[in-house]
């Protein structure tokens, strides 16, 4: 199974939360992909975006695979970000909205490294 993982920031590697630091955690396999990076042309199974899709993305994956975890709050310079919400099958955000496939979260904080990095 392989997982495409977007986020729209460089710093901190996060492949390394995986156990020997390399993407791949049991049977999944973690493409991570930084704001400016080339997306590799492979094939995936799940699409995960942290905090919002820097470009269009075109690729081939269920949408029932889709999650979009929004880490910015629901000030008015990121209010644009709703208009992506409707192309992800699940969305955590602190936003304000209501719909079918929106689940409300708070921010989370994870220790990376010796760096925290906030997840909403």
């Known amino acids: 199974m392989r997982v ?3 986020k729209s920031w460089g710093y901190p590697n996060i492949k390394q939360q995986t156990p020997l630091g ?3 955690w049991r049977d999944m ?3 991570f992909v930084n704001k400016n990076d080339e997306i590799p042309d492979l094939e995936y199974d799940y699409l995960v975006v942290l ?5 269009d993305l075109a690729l ?3 949408k029932k695979n ?9 000030y008015d310079a990121f209010m644009w ?4 919400f409707k192309c992800f099958n699940t969305v955590l955000t602190q936003f304000p909205v209501t719909s079918s496939n929106i689940i409300s ?3 989370l904080c994870a220790l990376v490294g010796r760096e925290r990095l906030f997840i909403s």
Do not use: W
């Open 4 to 6: 495409l993982v977007v």
């Open 22 to 24: 390399d993407g791949i």
């Open 29 to 31: 396999e973690f493409i």
């Open 51 to 55: 905090s919002f899709p820097v470009r």
């Open 60 to 62: 081939n994956i269920n």
């Open 66 to 74: 889709t999650l979009l975890l929004t880490q910015e709050p629901p």
């Open 81 to 84: 970000f709703e208009e992506r």
């Open 105 to 107: 979260s708070h921010p």
